[in-house]
T-cell receptor, first 116, second 116 residues
Framework: GAGVSQSPSNKVTEKGKDVELRCDPI?????LYWYRQSLGQGLEFLIY????????KSGLPSDRFSAERTGGSVSTLTIQRTQQEDSAVYLC??????????????FGPGTRLTVL | AQTVTQSQPEMSVQEAETVTLSCTYD???????LFWYKQPPSRQMILVIRQEAYKQQNATENRFSVNFQKAAKSFSLKISDSQLGDAAMYFC?????????????FGTGTRLKVLA
């Protein structure tokens, strides 16, 4: 009966390094979303998955950002050659379905990324 | 492109009183969903209430209700009998109901303080 989990909860890295952020959605949820929340800002949509497919990647800020989802479950957001402006909280959410009455998103606690 | 605007960065309310948080949005679509999310200091986003645009009746969830004015593109949240646990950031969000469009658009949030 676990909710959405994310790891690590906090990540400090040096500029130029690559980082991987992980999201474990609620079991059975077919849709998964990634957001970025910068200090004092709202949520910025990055990407969503329907199953293992990501139909819309337009929210990814640059080609340094990529995401994948395997087995219709775990998703990884990878940021290559991190920059200081990448510092933010990265939130993951999942929903039972992508559309219709079961599209309520359940959020994870987020990963706070700090790039020094 | 759709936008969501929350013009009140911060609001305060006395415990047991009523407060209304404002949200306006811009869209050319006729069918969509609107949401209010709560983000307490723990960072975990929680769905407070949702409204389908095709429904004229305003959604209610216990002490939380909305005033949905479709023509004015306004979606305010009313919290009655405010409690200390209501203190949080509140985000308004929009999502199209058009098949194939599953991107959520969030406002910048309103920080609600509840005074004892």
């Amino acid at each position: 009966g676990a909710g959405v989990s994310q790891s690590p909860s906090n990540k400090v890295t040096e500029k130029g390094k690559d980082v991987e952020l992980r999201c474990d959605p609620i079991s059975g949820h077919t849709a998964l979303y990634w957001y970025r929340q910068s200090l004092g800002q709202g949520l910025e949509f990055l990407i969503y998955f329907q199953g293992n497919s990501a139909p819309d990647k337009s929210g990814l800020p640059s080609d340094r950002f990529s995401a994948e989802r395997t087995g219709g479950s775990v998703s990884t957001l990878t940021i290559q050659r991190t920059q200081q402006e990448d510092s933010a909280v990265y939130l993951c959410a999942s929903s039972l379905r992508i559309s219709g009455a079961y599209n309520e998103q359940f959020f994870g606690p987020g990963t706070r990324l700090t790039v020094l | 492109a759709q936008t969501v605007t929350q013009s009140q960065p911060e609001m305060s309310v006395q415990e047991a009183e009523t407060v209304t948080l404002s949200c306006t949005y811009d869209t050319s679509e006729s069918d969509y969903y609107l949401f209010w999310y709560k983000q307490p200091p723990s960072r975990q986003m929680i769905l407070v209430i949702r409204q389908e645009a095709y429904k004229q009746q305003n959604a209610t969830e216990n002490r939380f209700s909305v005033n949905f004015q479709k023509a004015a593109k306004s979606f305010s949240l009313k919290i009655s009998d405010s409690q200390l646990g209501d203190a949080a950031m509140y985000f308004c969000a929009y999502r199209s109901a058009i098949s194939g469009t599953y991107k959520y658009i969030f406002g910048t949030g309103t920080r609600l303080k509840v005074l004892a």
